[in-house]
């Protein structure tokens, strides 16, 4: 029995277990090979079952499927790469991408699908795709959020899903990409923040996210992509201040932040960046000085600094950034004279300094930036003459040196830039004579000088540019003599308001717009011009016998008469004299015949009252005697078509000469007049070219509108207006102090302007907004409150004014509108939530209050109210410095009040911010003395709720 065991064991087993392994592996070998067979034919149903390729066409049949050019296999014929590209070919385009199954394509390293409107979501098995490596999506039309899933992709080392419509925010499954290289979400419409686990991406060279709607701050985390090249978050809703650990990112050589809600200070660490060679930070609400050492980044070629809110010099450490190319510092609040060492920046190509305060003289060294092509320093406080040698900048295209105070005649030097395109020195003092012959400016296209001293004669051969159709603007100078008989092809051709004589010639009807009103033209008016374009010329006449032809602009129906010429030049036209239609006396019309005649009298007989007293009160004060005008009293220009009074502001301000000019602003220059009756005035005027601006037309009726509706002590009076066509002012109270910026900002004024006044002046401006907020018909917000609008007298008393964006609040609306206002004093809501309310004004006038006390904008100290040291700082060592500590407890008691009130007033949330009506109480309310010194109330006391209480400031 065991002998019969022992030959089983030993004959039957080994072969037993031979034949068990052969089967075993027979089984595992066949299973790979029906494995291997199966992949490419799941994937080729995949891609027939798609529709997105035309698999009836031969040359895309499923069998050669790996040789479509769009497709790419391995040896086994398991597809590893999908490219298709709409700029190379048509392929997939307008298909939907969830008509693909993802989940087949086990093998797939790159699916690059863009340019081909391709639509739908993007799938959420795209996760499956484990050995993807490559994600490219960009420009088509794709929805939805990005799915988590793509957070298993963890081979991936570049995605891109740019330029599409995917909303909702990004994942923070994103993180677990630990290999990504290559990071563009840009251009789509993704919201929330920023996630922290953005930091994990250590291997990270490109991360693009600029124009979506990206919230919150920029993550410090940021600062661990040390291998980071290229960041750019522009054009999003980023607010907060910039983290100083970007600094870290030393590998950095483009660094955009532009468009967003970044404030607080430029941080110093960003110099640490000095392979940079571009930086955005421009259009946000950035304060304080500039860093003294960004020369640092010396390999910088491109630097964005405008539309900020930075102060301070001019850096001198800029002119060691010898690689620029581009610069652009506009819209600032940077003063003092430009460095003279400008001309080291020898590789600048385009230079914006324009719309800060710079003052002093023109660099003379800029004229060494040869390479430079344009130049703007308009909009400054520069004076004295251009440099002689200004030709040498011999490759300038664009220069304009507008809205300065240069006095210099037209410099000979000029006629050497030959590639001038664009030349506008407009609103200066430029005087002597017009140079002969322009000759040299074969390439002009807009030449501006209008608004000048300027004196000489037209030449024939001043403008050999005609051919490139340019705009010339020479008006409101003192140009005389005749125009030339030839004239060329020009687009625009302004020369009114100078001193022009002679008739027109024929030759002006190859101008395709011109304008030479207000000048002393005569004879005839040729038919090609627009009788609005010769008015104020008094002896032009039209060119037919006929005393009843007149010209109609069926514009604006105006009507423009001209006298007949003599000797006729042409025949009369025909008049037609039709039968009147039989009248029909209908129950409308017996009405208006009634009524109408009693209406107008009643208006005149009002509007003479209100003139008679405005005027009597004027001059009683000289002597008790009444002074009348040609044209009526100036006062009573309640209507729209200005011609009662016209020539008596003409008179009073020499045609808008710029000796009464007190300032420009965005709508317009201001005139100082004194009318015939005594009255001195203050003379709103729209220019022009500006007037043909809906928007600025509209603000001029808008506050027209406003302030002939409201009437308050410290709101301005709008004594009247003239909305013309042709020309538009409007006619306020004068004030003698000017504004509240310009006081504050004077040295001299600002020592006068004491504690008492300065409370003074808040409370007024409290009163005038509650009035506007509570008190009218339908509530007004100003949307626009600034120091620059709030406008004192000579008793130092104060009034609001400027209510061109002002807005009738419509509770039954959703009072959306665009964001309107002051740098610097807008509400943050408003920029995002569009919708406007009086607490716009809360902020703004919470704004206006701490910079009245402070002497400066506070928005260097609102940025950093964050930190622990800024709270400890002490009320005294933050007022104006340049008064004496009040002495006085109740003036101190009111200047405590104002701070807790102004804070109030700054919250970030708009539901918590008190009303104008509560704050305007507030300042009427008795205050018990404190018992705690000034020189120990910190700024955290002042926003505790326990000062709040204590001044009777509550909430809604």
Excluded at 118 to 123: A, H
Aim: aromatic letters at 10%; charged letters at 15%; proline letters at 5%.
């Amino acid at each position: 029995m065991n002998l019969t065991k022992y030959l089983v064991f030993n004959f039957y087993g080994p072969k037993m277990w031979m034949v068990f392994l052969l089967l075993v592996w027979g089984l595992v070998i066949g299973t790979e090979s029906s494995t291997l067979t199966s992949q490419p034919e799941m994937e080729a149903n995949a891609i027939y079952n798609s529709g997105w390729w035309n698999t009836s066409d031969a040359n895309y049949t499923i069998s050669n499927r790996c040789n479509w050019g769009q497709i790419s296999c391995n040896k086994a014929g398991s597809i590893i790469k999908i490219t298709i590209d709409g700029y190379s070919d048509e392929g997939v385009r307008g298909n939907n991408f969830g008509t693909l199954n993802l989940s087949t394509f086990h093998n797939l390293e790159s699916l690059v699908i863009m340019n081909v409107r391709l639509q739908g979501s993007i799938p959420k098995e795209i996760g499956h795709l484990s050995k993807l490596t490559q994600l490219y999506l960009s420009s088509n039309s794709l929805v939805g959020e990005i799915p988590p899933s793509l957070g298993s992709l963890r081979q991936l080392k570049h995605l891109d899903i740019s330029h599409n419509s995917l909303q909702g925010s990004i994942p923070h499954e994103l993180g677990f990409l630990t290999n990504l290289t290559t990071l563009d979400l840009s251009q789509n419409q993704i919201k929330g923040d920023m996630p922290l686990s953005l930091g994990n991406l250590t291997k990270l060279t490109h991360l693009i996210l600029y124009k979506n709607f990206l919230l919150g701050e920029i993550p410090s985390s940021l600062g661990n992509l040390k291998k980071l090249e290229s960041l750019d978050i522009s054009n999003n809703k980023i607010e907060g201040s910039i983290p100083l650990e970007l600094g870290f990112l030393r590998k950095l050589t483009s660094l955009y932040l532009s468009f967003n809600r970044l404030n607080g200070n430029l941080p110093i660490s960003i110099t640490n960046l000095t392979q940079l060679e571009s930086l955005d930070i421009s259009s946000n609400f950035l304060t304080g000085s500039l860093p003294s050492n960004l020369g640092q980044l010396s390999n910088l070629q491109l630097f964005w600094l405008n539309n900020n809110s930075f102060n301070g010099t001019f850096p001198i450490s800029l002119n060691n950034l010898t690689q620029l190319e581009y610069l652009d510092i506009s819209k600032n609040f940077l003063t003092g004279s430009l460095p003279s060492n400008l001309g080291q920046l020898s590789n600048l190509q385009l230079f914006w300094l324009n719309s800060n305060s710079f003052n002093g003289t023109f660099p003379i060294t800029l004229n060494n930036l040869t390479q430079l092509e344009f130049l703007d320093i308009s909009h400054n406080y520069l004076t004295g003459s251009l440099p002689s040698n200004l030709g040498q900048l011999s490759n300038l295209q664009f220069l304009l040196l507008n809205n300065n105070s240069f006095s210099w005649t037209f410099p000979i030097s000029l006629n050497n830039l030959t590639k001038l395109e664009y030349l506008d020195m407009s609103y200066n003092f430029l005087t002597g004579s017009l140079p002969i012959s322009l000759r040299n400016f074969s390439q002009l296209k807009t030449l501006n000088i209008s608004h000048n001293f300027l004196l000489g004669t037209l030449h024939s051969n001043l403008f050999p540019f005609t051919y490139n159709k340019a705009s010339i603007d020479l008006s409101h100078n003192n140009i005389s003599g005749e125009i030339p008989s030839t004239l060329g092809d020009f687009q625009q051709l302004l020369l009114n308001r100078n001193n022009l004589s002679g008739t027109i010639p024929q030759s002006i009807c190859n101008v395709s717009y011109v304008d030479i009103s207000y000048n002393y033209l005569r004879g005839p008016i040729p038919f090609c011009v627009h009788p609005s374009a010769v008015i104020g010329n008094k002896d032009v006449c039209n060119n037919t016998s006929c005393d009843h032809i007149y010209f109609q602009d069926f514009v604006s129906e105006n009507k423009f008469y001209f006298q007949p010429c003599s000797p006729i030049f042409q025949p009369c036209p025909p008049v037609f004299q039709p039968s009147p239609p039989p009248k029909k006396i209908n129950k409308v019309n017996h009405h208006v015949a009634i009524f109408l005649p009693i209406l107008i009298v009643l208006i005149l007989a009002f509007s003479s009252l209100v003139c008679f007293k405005l005027c009597n009160n004027s001059t009683k004060k000289k002597n008790g005697n009444t002074t009348t005008t040609k044209n009526g009293d100036v006062f009573c220009i309640w209507n729209y078509d200005g011609k009662i009074a016209h020539d008596d502001i003409i008179r009073a301000t020499e045609d808008f000469d710029m000796r009464y000019c007190i300032g420009t602003g965005a709508y317009g220059s201001v005139y100082k007049a004194q009318l015939p009756c005594g009255k001195v005035v203050a003379l709103k005027k729209l220019h022009g070219y500006e007037a043909e601006v809906p928007a600025f037309d509209e603000s001029f009726r808008n506050e027209v509108k406003i302030l002939s509706e409201i009437r308050h002590r410290h709101i301005v009076k709008l004594y009247g207006f003239c909305l013309h066509k042709r020309i538009m002012f409007l006619i306020y109270q004068y004030m003698e102090k000017g504004s509240l910026f310009s006081v504050l900002y004077d040295d001299v004024e600002a020592v006068e302007f004491n504690w008492r006044k300065r409370v003074n002046i808040v409370k007024g401006v409290a009163s005038a907004l509650s009035y506007l907020h509570h008190d009218c018909t339908t509530p007004i917000v100003h949307r626009d409150v600034s120091s620059g609008n709030i406008l004192l007298n000579s008793e130092w008393q104060p009034s609001v004014s400027d209510f061109g964006t002002a807005r009738l609040l419509q509770h039954d609306s959703s009072n959306r509108t665009i964001v309107a206002g002051t740098i610097g004093y807008i509400a943050p809501e408003l920029a995002y939530t569009m919708v406007v309310s009086e607490n716009c004004d809360v902020y703004s006038f919470g704004v206006v209050a701490l910079e009245t006390l402070l002497g400066r904008h506070p928005q260097e100290l609102l940025s950093s109210l964050q930190l622990a040291s800024t709270q400890s700082m002490k009320l005294c060592e933050v007022l104006d410095q340049r008064l004496p500590f009040p002495n006085n407890g109740m003036v101190l008691l009111d200047i405590i009040r104002v701070v807790v009130i102004a804070f109030a007033c700054l919250n970030f949330n708009p539901s918590s911010r008190p009303t104008m009506k509560r704050v305007s109480q507030s300042f009427a309310s008795e205050l018990t003395p404190l018992t705690i010194p000034l020189s120990e109330i910190s700024m955290q006391q002042l926003m505790s709720q326990e000062f709040k209480a204590l001044f009777h400031i509550l909430n809604h």
